[in-house]
């Protein structure tokens, strides 16, 4: 069995905002963005394990992320490609949102205060960070301190290599300690707000303003920081990255050495080419490489990154836009009501829109499903990228249809509902209509089946208010519940 690549450090929700630029605000001298495209993706160690993962790498991605919107997002657009243990955050999922015409930057607004928990952020630098220790793990609850170590230790024992990938906001510097005493070749990616690389790591890569910040003589050549830092950190190696100069090597015990691109970068873009460098480094030492030809592949990997658009060309699948579901099953019992709907159906939602697409919700009784249900089911999930069954609970049919019914209990439905290839989650609710279940969804388009119109249905106004539309498909004809039914009666 091949052992992954660890990459341990602060995830982010990078945004972009794609449009053209063309005319001036009115009433300020700013440009107006007409947006065409919005395009999401992980961001700081998320986008290093990415890249590490798309190279043909198995990865663990060792971070910490926020159990609010911006984080399920980021959790959903990760889940596909590596292992994630989710340490949990103190506040808000950091997001960077820029904002762009014709492939260049005009603005770029960060969001979100979130820290590791456990972590002592200071707003001094790097070196006032103190030793924070592990506290959490994949759950955003407190766990003992053991196991949050231990499941953190045991992923990085199993590593091929480690990467940390420090943005600043602790999770770097909770896991130092656990970066002792291994064995296999740590790359620290350093930032200027991020902790001290721990003392001994086999390669240290700054930028040319992080080196000197890390260094004590900061006015000298990068060749003479790279040199001192290699002494100061006690590294193995350092690389000083000089963006489209190249970069300078110092290795223990040796001379600093320039490398220089393999060919003029041509590209508008850096964002992202660090982490580019930093997991294409990683890969190489992993492979067993030497330093110096680590760093020359990691270059050239930087180089091209660049050169074909930087992280704004990362484009990740629509997953969501397969058949079948876009993650495990989901089931919102019915013994809580629509508050159930806190963990399990939201993340269904919340994986659809990271991945930019359409969700759509139904609802009804769904006693005895037939043919008529399955054409419903299926026109409806078409219509969309996921679709959510809302049904009524056997309390809610009782009310509606008579002491009779429902025939099959709801446990049964949502059971036969959920082997269906077109329903992607089933939730129950307890209440006459939908209308507070469809509050908490906010599904792109409501779909009913039948002769109505959007105004006579008591869940429009609902549907409405979450910015969503009403879409009515008609039924087929010669199927209903009620009729299959009497003819059941009739038969016995």
């Known amino acids: 069995m091949i052992r992954p690549i660890v990459v341990l450090g602060d995830s982010l929700l990078d945004v972009d905002i794609e449009g053209d630029a063309e005319r001036l605000c009115p009433d300020a001298p700013a440009p107006v963005v007409d ?26 991605l060792v971070t910490a992320i926020g159990n609010d919107v911006s984080g399920r997002c980021l959790e959903g657009l990760l889940a596909d490609h590596m292992e994630v243990v989710r340490l949990s955050l103190r506040g808000a999922t950091v997001c960077k949102t820029r904002v762009r015409a014709r492939g260049q930057t005009l603005i770029r607004i960060d969001t979100g205060d979130g820290w590791a928990r456990g972590a002592e952020g200071d707003s001094h630098g790097p070196r006032h960070l103190g030793h924070g220790r592990l506290r959490y793990d994949l759950v955003d609850e407190p766990l003992s301190q053991g196991l949050a170590d231990e499941r953190v230790a045991t992923a990085l024992r199993n590593a091929r290599a480690i990467l940390v990938s420090d943005y600043g ?20 990616d350093p930032h200027p707000r991020g902790a001290l690389p721990a003392l001994g790591c086999t390669l240290v890569t700054p930028s040319e303003t992080e080196a000197r910040m890390l260094c004590a003589e900061p006015c000298n050549t990068p ?32 001379r600093p050495i320039r490398i220089p691109p393999p060919a003029l970068v041509t590209g508008r873009d850096s964002c992202g080419a660090g982490d580019r460098f930093a997991t294409a480094a990683t890969l190489a030492l992993a492979e ?49 009501g629509p508050e159930s709907l806190a963990g399990a159906i939201p993340r269904t939602a919340a994986l659809v829109r990271a991945a930019g697409g ?7 009784c769904f006693d005895l499903l037939h043919a008529g249900h399955v054409s419903l089911l299926c026109r409806a999930r078409a ?13 809610s049919v009782r009310r ?13 439905r949502v059971e036969v509902l959920r082997a269906l290839e077109c329903v992607d989650a089933v939730a129950v609710f307890d209440d006459d209509t939908p209308c ?41 004809p010669g199927h209903s519940t009620t009729g299959l039914i009497a003819a059941a009666r009739a038969a016995s």
């Open 358 to 364: 359409r969700l759509i919700a139904t609802g009804g």
């Open 288 to 336: 067993g490489a030497s330093t110096e030809d680590a760093v020359a592949t990691a270059v050239g990997e930087a180089t091209r990154f660049v050169e074909q658009g930087g992280a704004a060309a990362v484009r990740l699948p629509r997953s969501a836009r397969r058949r079948g579901p876009v993650g495990p099953r989901e089931e919102a019992h019915p013994a809580s």
């Open 400 to 412: 509606l249809k008579g002491p009779g019914r429902p025939v099959v209990s709801e446990r049964d």
């Open 383 to 395: 219509l969309g990228d996921a679709l959510i069954v809302c049904v009524n609970s056997d309390e």
């Open 169 to 188: 906001r602790g999770i770097a510097e909770l896991c130092r300690d656990l970066l002792r005493d291994l064995t296999v070749p740590v790359i620290w």
């Open 436 to 476: 507070a279940l469809i509050d908490r969804l906010r599904p792109d388009v409501w779909v009913k089946g039948g002769d109505y119109t959007d105004r006579e249905l008591p869940e429009t106004e609902a549907v409405w208010r979450a910015g969503g539309e009403v879409v009515i498909l008609p039924s087929v």
């Open 35 to 60: 947006g065409r495209s919005e395009h999401r993706r992980p961001g700081g160690a998320g986008l290093a394990a990415l890249l590490a993962a798309r190279d043909g790498a198995e990865v663990v």
């Open 223 to 254: 060749d003479r920081i790279a040199y001192d830092l290699v002494r100061d950190l006690g590294a193995e190696a350092v690389a000083v990255t000089l963006a489209e100069r190249g970069t300078v090597l110092a290795c223990r015990g040796g």
